[in-house]
């Protein structure tokens, strides 16, 4: 399983404790627990944001634990995450954030924009795409955290609380 440990001055925390985790595909799993708990540790271990003390992962058949850096760049090109926290560029255009992956494949301009244009209008932001994060609600971020993460079409979703900060307009 995977272990993560945290050291400090106060002492020693063990955020996962030989954690196996089997999700098959086309499988929805949700992980649920009190807070300070391991969720996003999880999560971020799945696509190595967090880098475990022991044990492996493998996503989609691939070991993310053994990739080099170049490796694990492109294996996270097929993992889209939503951040708890959105993780927007707050000097970039809602349509930029959402954009910025697309543009980092190397992916043609007018794909970008079509792909843009797309995921804006199905969550509801099309009105806002020149706007800036700092112009948007909580549930606004949200959902461009949640196309961004969807933009390059990525064949595992991981969500941190993805829908922490939804209105209820959009999750009726």
């Known amino acids: 399983g995977v272990t993560r440990r945290y050291r400090s001055a106060a002492g020693d925390r063990t955020a996962l ?25 999880l999560i971020r271990a799945i696509n190595r944001l967090e880098t475990p003390d022991a044990g492996k992962v493998f996503v989609d058949g691939q070991e993310i634990t053994a990739l080099n850096p170049a490796e694990l760049r492109a294996a996270r090109r097929r993992i889209g995450m939503i951040f708890q926290h959105f993780n927007l560029l707050n000097a970039k255009t809602i349509e930029d954030n959402v954009a910025f992956p697309l543009r980092l494949e190397g992916r043609p301009e007018a794909e970008v924009k079509g792909r843009v244009k797309e995921l804006l209008a199905q969550l509801g932001l099309a009105d806002h795409a020149k706007k800036h994060p700092a112009q948007l ?25 993805a829908t922490s900060a939804l209105d209820p307009q959009t999750t009726a």
């Not at 404790?17 to 996003?40: I, M, N, P, Q």
């Not at 609600?137 to 196309?147: E, L, M, P």
């Open 17 to 41: 404790d030989a954690v196996d985790l089997h999700v098959a595909r086309g499988e929805v799993f949700g992980v649920v627990g009190r807070s300070g708990a391991g969720k996003s540790t």
């Open 137 to 161: 609600s909580g549930g606004q971020k949200q959902r461009v955290g949640i196309a961004r993460a969807l933009a390059c079409g990525p064949r595992v979703l991981l969500c941190d609380e």
